[in-house]
């Protein structure tokens, strides 16, 4: 099994909709979790980093954590064209260990 | 923020040739950094840890001869691929953490990548 699990997509949904990105992890070890943003041929960008069970708001991004069912997701509200990227979920233990990531899911979001 | 900057951002070389890959932390000193390699539709796969001042740790599966990792500052981390071949052809990226961002460590930030195209 894998670290992280991540449905790839594609996922193609209409401006303005709500997106609901998911991933589940192995190791009740990691600790951190992160959403990161990545445009073509770019390095990923940071989203949301959240610690703890529960939701973390930021702007029209919610990030959710529960660490009972190792399962996080990150929501998009009103989504735009502008989102269309793939977003990659990350998890990591502690301290200066390197993250472990999913494959991405690509986001397509048609005006 | 924080930034890391990658150069190259684009390679062509030919088979058999050698390229070096630089990643710097602009405003921020880093003890370590990571090296990703991303192939076409999949994610980022850890290929080494670059530790300054010492030997990199690598992944399983990735060779240490054919991909050579150097820490010599604070703020460089160059990765050589050396006698690259078709195969090798990828989009790498180097990470950094900033210790006075963020929490635990430090906020994680990526260069932009360098995409090497082998011929």
């Known amino acids: 099994q894998k670290e992280v699990e991540q449905d790839p997509g594609p996922l193609s949904v209409p401006e303005g909709a709500i997106v609901s990105l998911n991933c589940t992890y192995s190791n009740s070890a990691f600790q951190y979790f992160m959403w990161y943003r990545q445009y073509s041929r770019k390095g990923p960008e940071l989203l949301m980093y959240t610690y703890s069970s529960g939701n973390k708001e930021d702007g029209r991004f919610t990030a959710q954590v529960d660490k009972s069912s190792k399962y996080i997701s990150l929501f998009i509200r009103d989504s735009q064209p502008s989102d269309s990227a793939t977003y990659l979920c990350a998890v990591l233990r502690s301290g200066n260990t390197p993250l472990v990531f999913g494959k991405g899911t690509r986001l397509s979001v048609i005006a | 923020g924080a930034v890391v900057s990658q150069h190259p951002s684009w390679v062509i070389c030919k088979s058999g040739t050698s390229v070096k890959i630089e990643c710097r932390s602009l405003?921020?000193?880093?003890?370590?950094m990571f090296w990703y390699r991303q192939f076409p539709k999949q994610s980022l796969m850890l290929m080494a840890t670059s530790n300054e001042g010492s030997k990199a740790t690598y992944e399983q599966g990735v060779e240490k001869d054919k991909f050579l990792i150097n820490h010599a500052s604070l703020t460089l981390s160059t990765l050589t691929v050396t006698s690259a071949h078709p195969e090798d052809s990828s989009f790498y990226i180097c990470?950094?953490?900033?210790?006075?961002?963020?929490?635990?460590?430090?906020?994680?930030?990526f260069g932009e990548g360098s995409r090497l195209t082998v011929l």
């Open positions: 405003d921020f000193q880093a003890t370590t």
């Open positions: 990470s950094a953490r900033d210790p006075g961002q963020g929490t635990n460590g430090g906020e994680l930030f």
